[in-house]
């Protein structure tokens, strides 16, 4: 993928993992704590919907609102590593290394709290008690942390190239002012 494409990637992405995050968290909820909880599923029940078909589409309604939340900040906060993840070996320097570091882990840490959040809203379908900020802290930390270690591990590799490649550069160019001064 092109570096152009990578946002849209990343968001569809991102949106497609809140959507299932958050339909397995209400699939995994009995009918006795959606019954509690959910106005969407009393009512849906108070219809003449089975148990059953309630839980799924209470789960759907969820896993869209998540999904529809997470896509577009997936996709906004994705342009931060776009050339990065579309080529994640073609760094040209030490300086673009770190760059990448750095902004993976900040795009990693921002997703999984935007994530975490639309999850959250979207739960609220089946439990109206369901905090938007529960789990945004971990989250966010997690994301960080496992956002500077993969790009580093990926970076990593170039390192000694990189740092060659520096050092070269600099004797190059203190051999031509050297040159230049004795000329």
Known sequence: ATAAMMPAAIGAMEGGSAYSGAMQEVMGMSHEDLAANSPTYRALIASGVSPEQAREQVASQAAEIAGMVQAPIGALTGRLVS?????????????????????????????????????????????????????????????????????????????????????????????????????
């Open 83 to 183: 050339r990065f993840e579309a080529n994640p070996f073609g760094s040209k320097g030490f300086r673009d290394m770190v760059r990448n570091i750095l902004n993976e882990t900040v795009e990693e840490g921002a997703q999984s709290a935007s994530g975490q959040f639309a999850q959250n809203l979207g739960v609220r379908q089946a439990d109206e008690n369901q905090l938007l900020i529960e789990g945004i802290g971990e989250q966010t930390a997690q994301g960080a942390i496992l956002g500077s270690l993969t790009a580093g591990a990926i970076q990593t590799p170039n390192i000694p190239g990189a740092a060659l490649r520096s050092a070269a550069s600099a004797l190059r160019r203190r051999a031509e002012a050297i040159q230049a001064q004795t000329e």
